[in-house]
């Protein structure tokens, strides 16, 4: 049974809450996961009542919930929809609704403050918060959800968290990183820990190196705000790619309790080798996109998106070669890479094995052996692909690549998004998913000295045309002229 809880989202009618979490609301009360008496309060500046607020949830929800718009879902969804007019930076706005929480039945005294905001508004509305005694757990918890980015840089993070740390204790914060709940990036998890055939070859022995790309085709969509001061390093790498690596490389946890395997995740993060400030050209690289082609349209390059800067050098490309000096990955290189307006969206982890310790098919037609991949898809489809050897039918002694291949989803299988999962997540103060302060703090430590760098380089970015794979000169980050960038999951020639 969960328990009863008040829901309040600050930023009730921006952009994330628009598209994630009040559909993630809608399916969830569809498939009767809501706890009975919650109740959902947007927090907003406009001059509403409820039944606006319900207009506009629903306008919102119509065109994108899935299996069509359904009254009698959304007829339960409306009884716990509230309104509530206030300012974020207004401290009597934060005393009202504490009078509106506290004073009345209907609302129940749990309450789960969603921070659908913009990072740099935290400390403020948190301290509201606190001084309007919204965070004590008196007549029952009192839980924060934060989106990334955790700060702009590791001495951001720091301080928003010590920030933070006065008016709250760790156990009721929940950094969210949506990447976590994706369904197969839980299934690395599985597939690595459920099994035992990979265990013996997941190891330095075995592989050359690993690949994690997220590539998307769409590009700023209206964030300029955010991302022309963030840029692609930030704004994925240092959290959702970060992420995907502590999953690939961690050590078995000792249980899969929330703590054991924070732990593993942290070690995985302190061990990656600090790239240091005179060799980030070799470990790193940025570039922008100009104007080019998607899906057969002309698009602008991101210096023509509204809201950019004219001169702006922020990256909306950027890969990072990395290390992790442990005894399991000890000089295995690992290319994480993220770009916006791409040849395709997709998100995969590639890992690419050694070749056999002894060619013996030197001498024959096979001129050159490929090398065995594993490839974990994202999205949009979710699998697990091995790619191996074999022998061509036929006289002849030639090889080909073949794959086996184990799709995650089958027909009947339900679809659900990251947010659905992470939202029950809090209600039931799961913290497995979301990431302690620890992890965001070293993952800042990887990242600071490429951003230090490329902070101070403020004349020139790569660039390169909408609707590709990013310029060819990021070829340079590989260790060897064997390796090469793995675009797509599906066989490659
Ligand atoms: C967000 C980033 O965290 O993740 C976006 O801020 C990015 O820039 C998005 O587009 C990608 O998430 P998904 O779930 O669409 O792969």
Redesign the pocket.
Known sequence: MLDPCTFVIFGSTGNLSKRKLLPALYHLEAANRLPDEMKIIGFGRRDWGDEQWRDFVKEVLTPQVRDGFNEEIFSRLVHRLHFFQGNLDDKDSFKALSDKIENSEEFPKNVIFYMSIRPAEYTQVIKNLANANLLIEEHGWRRIVVE?PFGYDRESAQMLQQNMMKHLREEQVFRID?YLGKGTVQNVLVFRFANVMMEPLWNRNYIDHIQIT?S?TVGIEGRADYFDSAGALR??IQS?LLQLLTLVAMEPPASMDAESLRDEKVKVLKSIRPIPQNAVHAHAFRAQYASGIIHGEKVPGYLDADGVDEDSVTETYAAIKLYIDNWRWRGVPIYLRTGKRMAESR?AISIRFKHPPQLLFRNTQVERLKPDWLLLGI?PNECVRIEMQVKESGLEMRTRTSSLDASFNKEGDTLYD?YEGLLLDVVENDHSLFLRYDEVEWAWRVVDPVLRMWATERDFIHTYPAGTWGPKETQRLFDHADQFWRHSIEPED
């Open positions: 990334k949506h997220h998307e704004d994925m959702h998100s999205q990251a």
